[in-house]
């Protein structure tokens, strides 16, 4: 006698039987479809490179088999091994009950066009940052690109190592606290073959740099104020808080960055910014000082730029 799923639809059929799914789900259109309404019935939040049930879901399938998302979409009618079904099962359960980030569960998040080793460590890439790497950061050096960047709090690397792959003139420090964030982004020097040019060290802020210049420094420090950590989704609650919360109103790193920023600037660098949302705090903390608010095309907020001149003009406010 033939088995037949035969669930209410505004029921999770996660609780059925691997086999029972196994023997009714074959091919990557069945498993999209699968695992969407699951994450729809879930109500997950999606802040982690998806913004998407069905988007989600997508990602878990092409990642849990190894396949590019731009791959022919003929491949929808692919009938999977029954360890791959297994596999895609899996990771969709332990999604939908830990409320693990996806990127987590796979060891892998793109940032950039590129791939980057990622786990409880570190953040997960995310930063509209990624728009100024892929551009060269030509609106402020249009002329020739900068010849030493500094990629401060970097956790995974991302920042860094991606404008060092998109600028291959330039040398690149990866500073960090945390020797555990060192260690996930020394995986991604070595994976991504820049390590002739890529550096990473510890650093408490500026600390471990000393007598070190960038003609560019870029940085997203924690910066979540207290409220917004009380209140963040399950799922960022998995990252690691020390590179989340700065303090009551998120500025605790970022006033150390302003204020000791200009002694590792050459005369002509600048220092780029992210606060997300605690930008309102920026401006209400430094009223006087002339933040270029950056603007996004695929969406993100409050990015700030300094030159080294402005800096040193509003010197006393940052004290």
Known sequence: MTTHLNVEHSHSTL???ESLLVSQLFTLRDYLRWVSSEFYLAGLHYGHGTDSAWDEAVALCLGALHLPWNIDPSVLEARLLPVERQRIIALARERVTTRRPLPYLLGESFFAGHPFSVDERV????SPIVELIEDGFA???PEEPPASVLDLCTGSGCIGIATALYLPTCEVALADISQDALAVARQNITRHDVGDRVRAVESDVF???????FDLIVSNPPYVDARDLATMPAEFRHEP???LGAGSDGLDIVRRILREAREHLTDEGWLIVEVGNSDRHVEAAFPDVPF???EFERGGQGVFALSA???????ASFQ
């Open 309 to 315: 001149a402005e800096l040193d003009a509003h010197v």
């Open 241 to 243: 808080s020390l590179a």
């Open 15 to 17: 609780s059925l039987s």
């Open 207 to 213: 600390s471990g740099l000393e007598g070190r210049r």
């Open 123 to 126: 953040l997960i890439p995310r």
């Open 292 to 294: 270029l608010w950056l």
């Open 139 to 141: 609106a402020w050096f």
